[in-house]
């Protein structure tokens, strides 16, 4: 845990607004009532093995049961043991049987428009054919495969082919550089690494087989790599080992079993960042993730056979994994996929797409919201919103303002808003509201999902009381939970189950108010949220310091009105070298180098010294009151000198 107080995570935000769901929208929904969700709650409080196999017997299909609910040897947590399913079974065969089998699973909108959808038949289809094509090139169960893709439908025949036969995916985010792509499939020696020519974005193509080329010149696990052709830019192929996805699916058979799977096999590893320089591998694996992304897909988005649901997320990021494919799919609804950015070719493109397919459903992150709603009214006002039903948000806290804004211009006063809380380790939404069930306050995550033990503590891991910021911890183990850290067990032990005793520790600060919602304060560790993507402050200044002209560097986030946190960045340089604004260019560049555009500093602030404590530790917690503007240093030219802050500091604290 970082430097912070329990005060710098008592909130101060008194928000007293309630909107109740609508009868209509109860009367029609999974969970209809508050009543309803505390006999859920409670049945699942009691006894919460027989809740959650009694969920994993209705909502999924085992080709043999389970003879264990839960296996719990505290952090490890194996679920529904000795039974055997397949992810990929549940998404796509056991929709064949009846009127599914016509019905649209995915539909896919190219950022310049183009479109195409896969009926589940379809979808079928070509991942039984890519799983041949999977087995051919040797990948095997068990092995890992790298994906690397723009988001089109190849993306997700990819992720359900590698789910089809037992490979372990790991997606890549496609926004980062060669270098973070290079380190992840080191990570996970990947066998094969699936990718594309390139992706539009913004009007433009994006390269991607160009940089999975660069990272592979370092990356000697790999063997193999299929190339989707997107864009049609031009790649060298390398003999033996590239091979085009057209090539290779044009003689593949469709026929391929899904494999019977335990259900603790590792369906896939996603990196997060965390508080060293170096991601980890997330863990899920295969039965119990199913579970809750099944079921909270269900429960949270209230799915009914005839919505369409659209998720606005990258499939890079485990909100794409869980809610655009695999909890969507298991429902045997469809799922709109859109490749592009909001904003392109204008910012009416998100409220197009609502139009254009009538969705029902929609999933958007805080970031996104901020930043249209700052663009007007009048582009959603262009487009007929009316099919929406029901909205959603994620992966930062929402302020009262944007939830107002989503609330009246999005959903024309009508549509419940989840806000939904989660992380890449839970594999499913955890703290939310049931839209037909909970009154929503605006910017509070409301209530635990059932069978979710979630509770705010102190250090000491004592509840705290009512409107007393603590810790956000999960006290009991849940199906979709992380594993572990690939390949580091000890890892996973000390960065979640260690810091407070014997609870699932989130890493975010929160406080309950005295109707016990949560209101999810943010990050009280390393870890900034940058537009809904978690990044470190140590990956980013170990990247800073990998340049020959930095000595030391500390990275900490500034409120921003738009992405929630600005990276700000400290840079102290080697002896001899002058801060220049080239630098600072040349600094921003090298770090989009070494991670991703994601992780561009916007700010970057050259310091002769950074503050530490008589110890040797920086205070970050100056450097943010510093980045946020709370704390001013006098003197603004190039060469700040915080050493006389960072004494006074010193003599306060001492
Ligand atoms: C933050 C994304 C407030 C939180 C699914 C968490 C949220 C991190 C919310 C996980 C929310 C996510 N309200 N904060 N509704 N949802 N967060 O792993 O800090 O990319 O720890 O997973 O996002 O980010 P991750």
Same mark, same amino acid.
């Given at each position: ?27 029609? $929904? ?18 919460? +093995? ?11 299909? #085992? ?24 992810? $990929? ?25 183009? $479109? ?58 496609? %926004?980062?550089?060669?270098? *973070? ?7 996970? +020696? ?5 990718? *594309? ?20 010149? =370092? ?44 259900? +603790? ?5 996603? @990196? ?37 649901? #659209? ?14 494919? @695999? ?21 009416? /493109? ?12 929609? @999933? ?5 919201? /901020? ?31 944007? !939830? ?16 939904? !809380? ?22 509070? =995550?409301?209530?635990?999902?059932? %069978? ?38 000890? /890892?996973?032990?000390?960065?979640? #189950?260690?810091?407070?005793? %014997? ?6 600060? =929160? ?5 016990? @919602?949560? !209101?999810?304060?943010? /990050? ?121 802050? *960072? ?8």
């Amino acid at each position: 845990m970082a430097d912070h107080t329990e005060e710098d995570i008592t909130s101060v935000l008194h928000e007293n607004r309630l909107f109740k769901p609508k009868s209509e929208f109860s009367k029609q $929904s999974h969970v209809k009532s508050r009543a309803a969700y505390d006999r859920l709650y409670k049945k699942a409080e009691k006894d919460p +093995e027989g809740f959650w196999g009694e969920l994993a017997k209705s909502e999924l299909h #085992w080709f043999k049961p389970w003879t264990k609910v839960l296996d719990w040897k505290p952090p490890f947590a194996k679920w529904f043991v000795g039974g055997t399913t397949n992810v $990929s079974f549940n998404c796509l065969d056991r929709h064949l049987d009846g009127p599914r089998k016509n019905k649209a699973a995915l539909i896919w909108e190219g950022e310049s428009g183009d $479109s195409r959808t896969l009926t589940y038949q379809d979808l079928h289809r070509e991942v039984s054919k890519f799983a041949n094509v999977l087995k051919n090139k040797g990948v095997k169960k068990g092995d890992r495969v790298a994906i690397y893709m723009p988001m089109i439908p190849e993306l997700a025949i990819a992720m359900l082919s590698c789910a089809r036969i037992g490979a372990t995916h790991s997606i890549i985010f496609g %926004g980062f550089s060669a270098a *973070a792509l290079r380190d992840r499939i080191n990570d996970a +020696e990947a066998k094969l690494v699936v990718t *594309a020519d390139g992706g539009y974005r913004k009007g433009g193509v994006i390269t991607l087989k160009e940089k999975v080329d660069e990272a592979l010149e =370092a990356a000697p696990s790999v063997e193999t790599m299929i190339v989707v052709n997107r864009t049609g830019t031009e790649v060298s192929m390398k003999k033996g080992r590239d091979f085009w996805w057209h090539d290779e699916m044009q003689g593949a058979s469709a026929v391929c079993k899904a494999a019977a799977l335990s259900s +603790e096999h590792p369906l896939f590893i996603l @990196y997060t960042s965390g508080t060293t320089g170096k991601p980890k591998g997330v863990v899920h694996t295969t039965g119990g993730y199913l579970l809750g992304a099944t079921i909270t897909s269900k429960w949270v988005f209230d799915l009914k056979e005839e919505d369409t649901y #659209w998720c606005t997320a990258d499939i890079g990021w485990v909100t794409g994994h869980s809610y655009i494919i @695999y909890g969507i799919l298991s429902n045997g609804a469809t799922s709109v996929m859109y490749e592009g950015v909001p904003t392109y070719p204008a910012p009416d /493109r998100f409220w197009a797409i609502v139009e254009k397919y009538r969705v029902n459903i929609f @999933y958007t992150a805080p970031t996104a919201i /901020r930043a249209l709603s700052k663009l007007g009214k009048e582009w959603p006002k262009k487009h007929d919103l009316s099919s929406l039903r029901l909205l959603g948000t994620v992966g930062e806290p929402i302020n009262p303002e944007a !939830w107002m804004w989503y609330h009246a211009v999005i959903g024309g006063r009508r549509c419940p808003i989840v806000d939904t !809380w989660w992380q890449t380790e839970t594999g499913a939404i955890m703290i939310t509201p049931l839209p037909g069930a909970i009154p929503a306050k605006p910017g509070s =995550a409301t209530l635990p999902f059932p %069978g979710i033990s979630a509770e705010v503590v102190n250090k000491d891991g004592k509840k705290v009381p009512p409107n007393v910021g603590g810790y956000l911890v999960i006290t009991r183990p849940w199906p979709s939970m992380l594993r572990t850290v690939w390949r580091n067990p000890k /890892r996973y032990k000390e960065t979640y #189950w260690s810091d407070i005793p %014997g609870v699932y520790f989130s890493g975010d600060g =929160a406080r309950r108010d005295k109707d016990g @919602y949560f !209101w999810i304060m943010g /990050r009280v560790d390393d870890v900034m949220n940058i537009s809904g993507h978690r990044l470190g402050t140590m990956e980013i200044e170990s990247a800073l310091v990998s340049h020959p002209t930095v000595a030391e560097s500390a990275v900490v986030g500034a409120p921003d009105e738009i992405k929630g946190t600005s990276v700000c960045a400290f840079v102290t340089l080697e002896l001899g070298q002058s801060p220049s604004e080239d630098l600072k260019n040349k600094l921003k560049s090298h770090v989009v180098k070494e991670i991703g555009a994601i992780a561009r500093p916007d700010q970057i602030r050259f310091t002769d010294n950074l503050p530490k404590t008589r110890s040797g530790k920086i205070m970050r917690r100056l450097l943010r009151d510093i980045a946020a503007g709370r704390e001013s240093v006098g003197d603004t030219s190039t060469l700040e000198d915080y050493t006389v802050l *960072a004494k006074l500091r010193h003599d306060d604290e001492a």
